[in-house]
């Protein structure tokens, strides 16, 4: 890719963290391509590519079936936001807190150097020549193991409070120490982080958790006053003794896994990060006599709403972290047909791991851990022998024989016209409540004249299009059955 560059009259440098863990002897996961050509020059010259990205203007290229992100030098001048709109001249954008929005500003290969976070990350490689080039003392650097910011650390950080989560992990993942001055701002820097857009810290939350070292970068977020923007509940959790236990050895197993290059769920980590808070809340509302199963949901929703304010879990992430917590009471059934059904749940093995995790950590009894390891293990034979005899005093529910539905005569049912129309509506809203707001637009639709609401999507989150200051959207989609015309649907919408 660089020599295709290189042919076409243009420098191009293998840039960033594979330069670092090549010198460093590591096997680099990815291959970054800092180069002088424009995106849309790149992606004229390389043949499987694409242009990505608005706040920075990237090329996303195959090559040996892997992605590599190829952008171009970037300048290094200063951004002043208007006090209006934010916008600066060049094309610039900053926020009020000076995070820096877009940034399509080209450059030199010294200025794009200047641009890069860390003196280890700015280490130019040229495999037409073989050489390295280093502007900021990075190879003196990765000698001395110690993780420096390139320039004022405060603007920097400032500028974009990322960098500051990347400093822990880089740190605690090559096991550097972060420089004095660099480190000396973080603390009292560390509420920028709320700034960030939740999908974004998300994504490097699970590079956090994912990096192999994921005890001892918790451990260190912790330290430099960082996991309130992330895990708000980790201090509540962490002290608490069982709690403590609990997570160090999630977070233990995962570094082994991903040592031993075994997948790993982050699902099953995020749930296990948050378990003690929803058992907490759980206990909580038992107390109030709520019922057991009810007061777990409630624990569950509870939990996942405080910490989803904080870093975006996807929902396909929540939807297992729920089924692993809820199926942890059902493990305690061994009478009966329960165990028999719960072989068939999908989640099994994986709530069944996290029960293993419980009675590891001193939480839950071990022999009911190896009782269901036999009972999964088993043959019918051998499972109908383990089953437990009914406790006292529960009987088998008799199963109530439902009355048929009685349906109002053909005449008496709403009339509808003969012809309906299927239209899908989408709705969001991103100020004030906006999650109570597509609730109640969702609700008017089920109301509109001759109009039926056949289904509902549940909410889901998006980014802002255009100005990306602005808060994220609650949004859905309703499915409608309607005799109104497009034109009426436009005028009561």
């Not at 003196?140 to 500028?159: H, S, Y």
């Not at 192999?212 to 708000?232: F, I, M, N, V």
């Not at 109908?384 to 009914?390: D, E, S, V, Y």
């Not at 129309?421 to 109640?440: E, H, K, S, W």
């Amino acid at each position: 890719m660089c020599e295709t560059l290189a042919g076409h009259g243009h420098q191009a440098y293998v840039v960033g963290g594979a330069v670092r863990d090549l010198m460093l002897g590591v096997q680099p996961k990815d291959f970054d391509v800092a180069t002088d050509a424009t995106p849309e020059d790149v992606h004229r010259l390389i043949r499987r590519s694409r242009l990505i990205g608005r706040r920075f203007k990237l090329v996303h290229a195959v090559f040996n079936a892997e992605i590599v992100e190829v952008s171009t030098f970037r300048a290094v001048n200063v951004a002043i936001a208007d006090d209006a709109t934010g916008e600066t001249d060049g094309g610039r954008l900053v926020d009020a807190h000076g995070r820096l929005l877009r940034d399509n500003i080209y450059g030199t290969r010294e200025q794009d150097a200047a641009r890069r976070d860390f003196t280890i990350n700015a280490l130019y490689y040229d495999p037409v020549s073989e050489t390295v080039l280093d502007y900021h003392q990075g190879v003196r650097d990765l000698k001395r193991r110690t993780l420096r910011i390139i320039g004022d650390p405060r603007a920097r950080f400032r500028e974009d409070p990322v960098r500051m989560l990347r400093a822990v992990r880089l740190a605690a993942k090559l096991d550097f120490q972060i420089a004095p001055k660099t480190r000396a701002p973080i603390r009292e820097m560390a509420d920028l982080i709320g700034n960030v857009p939740s999908a974004r810290l998300f994504d490097e939350m699970l590079k956090l958790l994912l990096s192999g070292h994921a005890s001892a970068c918790l451990h260190r977020l912790r330290t430099e006053g960082l996991h309130h923007g992330l895990l708000p509940l980790l201090d509540v959790i962490l002290e608490q003794p069982l709690g403590a236990k609990f997570v160090n050895l999630a977070l233990a197993q995962t570094d082994q896994r991903i040592r031993e290059d075994k997948p790993v769920s982050p699902a099953f980590l995020f749930a296990a990060l948050l378990w003690h808070q929803v058992a907490a809340q759980w206990k909580v509302r038992e107390a109030k006599r709520q019922g057991r199963i009810a007061a777990l949901y409630e624990a569950m929703d509870e939990v996942l709403d405080r910490q989803t304010d904080a870093i975006a879990i996807p929902r396909r992430l929540t939807a297992t972290m729920k089924e692993i917590w809820s199926l942890q009471p059902r493990f305690e059934s061994r009478s009966g047909k329960r165990p028999f059904a719960l072989l068939e749940h999908p989640r099994l093995r994986a709530a069944y791991d996290f029960l293993v995790l419980r009675a590891e950590s001193g939480e839950a009894d071990r022999e009911l851990v190896e009782w269901w390891r036999r009972f999964i293990a088993g043959t019918p034979e051998e499972r109908a022998r383990l089953l437990l005899p009914a406790p006292k005093g529960e009987t088998p529910r008799r199963r109530r024989r439902r009355r048929p539905k009685t349906r109002p005569p053909r005449d008496r049912r709403r009339p509808w016209p003969t012809e309906v129309a299927r239209a899908f509506v989408g709705l969001g809203a991103n100020l004030g409540d906006p999650a109570r707001q597509v609730a109640a637009a969702l609700d008017a639709l089920g109301r509109l004249p001759r109009t039926r609401l056949v289904r509902a999507s549940s909410l889901y989150r998006s980014a802002p299009v255009g100005n990306e200051a602005q808060p994220e959207f609650v949004n859905a989609v309703a499915a409608l059955q309607t005799g109104l015309s497009r034109a009426s649907c436009s005028q009561h919408a």
